[in-house]
């Protein structure tokens, strides 16, 4: 079993930056691809980055692509989302999630973490 707590997010203005932080407790993240997720108020919840569990790949919606840099620590216990550039779409309760090599869903979430960019 995983655990997963995010961490970093609240308020910020438009064109700033935030880093958002998932600790991870159980196990290290060495056989996990790892994901951010958002949702926004009244919306459905929306992939935002991925990590793979190799570490050598990354992927970026394309509203988030440029401005958003997903990575992890050497330990592979927690990975990160730096924000950048924020806007106020951006604003969103993010959420983390771990899935298992070579499956084809997420198997571990954390609870969400609000991220607000006012304009």
């Known amino acids: 079993q995983v655990q997963l707590v995010e961490s970093g997010g609240g308020l910020a203005q438009a064109g700033g930056s935030l880093r958002l932080s998932c600790a991870a407790s159980?196990?290290?993240?060495?056989?996990?691809?790892m994901g951010w997720f958002r949702q926004a108020p009244g919306k459905e919840r929306e992939f935002v980055a991925r990590?793979?569990?190799?570490?050598?790949?990354?992927y970026y919606a394309d509203s988030v692509k440029g401005r958003f840099t997903i990575s992890r620590n050497n330990a592979k216990t927690t990975v990160y989302l730096q924000m950048n550039s924020l806007r106020p779409d951006d604003t969103a309760v993010y959420y983390c999630?771990?899935?298992?090599?070579?499956?084809?869903?997420?198997?571990?979430w954390g609870q969400g973490t609000q991220v607000t960019v006012s304009s």
């Open positions: 999630a771990g899935r298992t090599a070579g499956a084809s869903s997420y198997d571990y």
């Open positions: 990590l793979t569990w190799t570490g050598f790949a990354t």
């Open positions: 159980g196990r290290t993240l060495s056989s996990y691809t």
